[in-house]
């Protein structure tokens, strides 16, 4: 089975930047939805970034908190999704995890993408630590 691999977390200070990157095993990695999630330690995973698949083009999604300082992209030629991190903030301390899967109606992709019960294919989580 296909697999999501997360890299580039580490330890950085308040206001630095980080770019992560989550290549997918499969070959039809240009038909997936993806997608960022994170989670903090105590507390739910959350929706961070998203990227649509090639039939819907360029279309992305950001969580407000991250909007303007994060930047979600895609190469759909490496298999590969990244996310770069500017600015970086002590409560973004998370195991930030990638996903992916076919969401389906792309009428409806604004409305599915950052629920995290659309996808149902994980990586393992790369650590990002955000000292102050």
């Known amino acids: 089975q296909a697999q999501l691999v997360e890299s580039g977390g580490g330890l950085v200070q308040a206001g630095d930047s980080l770019r992560l990157a989550c290549v997918d095993s499969g070959d039809s990695f240009s038909r997936y939805d993806m997608a960022w999630f994170r989670q903090a330690p105590g507390k739910e995973r959350e929706f961070v970034a998203a990227?649509?698949?090639?039939?819907?083009?360029?279309?992305?999604k950001y969580a407000d908190s991250v909007k303007g300082r994060f930047t979600v992209s895609r190469d759909n030629t490496k298999n590969t999704m990244y996310l770069n991190m500017n600015n970086l903030k002590p409560e973004e301390t998370a195991v930030y995890y990638c996903?992916?899967?076919?969401?389906?109606?792309?009428?409806?992709?604004?409305?599915?993408?950052?629920?995290?019960?659309?996808?149902?294919?994980w990586g393992q989580g790369t650590q990002v630590t955000v000292s102050s």
């Open positions: 996903a992916a899967d076919r969401l389906g109606n792309p009428a409806r992709w604004e409305e599915f993408a950052g629920d995290q019960r659309s996808y149902h294919r």
């Open positions: 990227t649509a698949n090639v039939r819907i083009g360029s279309g992305t």
